[in-house]
């Protein structure tokens, strides 16, 4: 059973940074890949970011290409995302997923394990 934890959440302006982290403990974090979704308020989950068991590989979602970086640190059980250029449409509860696989990376079942979630919360 892998536990999940993201931190690094909060409160930041329109156009700052936020960089979130997610720690996993009780399995082999490089046997799965991460993930990373995130929930508006009344909306569905949507996919942000995943990267592959060894890193060598990362994708993002549309909607924050380009303003977002996953990495990882197998050594530190830590999968990471940095976000820059933060808009107001970023402000959502932001969940850490693990998968066994890297095949459909992109969809919820994919993901066997999911943390808590850590609000990210953008204001103008």
């Known amino acids: 059973q892998v536990q999940l934890v993201e931190s690094g959440g909060g409160l930041v302006q329109a156009g700052g940074s936020l960089r979130l982290s997610c720690v996993a403990s009780?399995?082999?974090?490089?046997?799965?890949?991460m993930g990373w979704f995130r929930q508006a308020l009344g909306k569905k989950r949507e996919f942000v970011a995943a990267?592959?068991?060894?890193?060598?590989?990362?994708f993002s979602g549309d909607s924050v290409k380009g303003r977002i970086t996953i990495s990882r640190d197998n050594a530190k059980n830590t999968v990471y995302l940095q976000m820059d250029n933060l808009k107001l449409e970023d402000t959502a509860v932001y969940y850490c997923?693990?998968?066994?696989?890297?095949?459909?990376?992109?969809?919820?079942?994919?993901?066997?394990?999911w943390g808590q979630g850590t609000q990210v919360t953008v204001s103008a």
């Open positions: 009780g399995g082999t974090f490089s046997a799965y890949a």
């Open positions: 997923a693990a998968a066994p696989t890297f095949v459909g990376y992109q969809r919820e079942s994919t993901y066997n394990y």
């Open positions: 990267i592959s068991k060894t890193g060598g590989s990362t």
